[in-house]
Nanobody, 121 residues
Framework: QVQLVESGGGLVQPGGSLRLSCAAS????????MGWYRQAPGKERELVAARTSGGSTNYADSVKGRFTISRDNAKNTVYLQMSSLTPEDTAVYFCNALIKVFWYNDAMDYWGKGTLVTVSS
């Protein structure tokens, strides 16, 4: 079975920085896309950033220039470096990955349980 485990969430002041990590483990054959979604109270879950194994990236307009997504493919890990944080960034951040397991040809979406980021003074 595949598991995604996020870490790095917590409380940070406006203007501060935080780095989230997500490590995938299990019977993984390959990982195509890894990324981050977030969901604030009362709002829909939205894509924050995603990165393919080849290095292509996609960012939400609201985080461009402030957040950077990176991957360590050898470690099956994706990171989200968040800077210039504002209260509007407060949300539960979920790791997402499109993964092929070794016994099945088609890739499937997997999700972490989420990590809470609170931006407040």
């Amino acid at each position: 079975q595949v598991q995604l485990v996020e870490s790095g969430g917590g409380l940070v002041q406006p203007g501060g920085s935080l780095r989230l990590s997500c490590a995938a483990s299990g019977s993984i054959w390959s990982i195509n896309t890894m990324g981050w979604y977030r969901q604030a109270p009362g709002k829909e879950r939205e894509l924050v950033a995603a990165r393919t194994s080849g290095g292509s990236t996609n960012y939400a307009d609201s985080v461009k220039g402030r957040f950077t997504i990176s991957r360590d493919n050898a470690k099956n890990t994706v990171y989200l470096q968040m800077s210039s944080l504002t209260p509007e960034d407060t949300a539960v951040y979920f790791c997402n990955a499109l993964i092929k397991v070794f016994w099945y040809n088609d890739a499937m979406d997997y999700w972490g349980k989420g990590t809470l980021v609170t931006v407040s003074s």
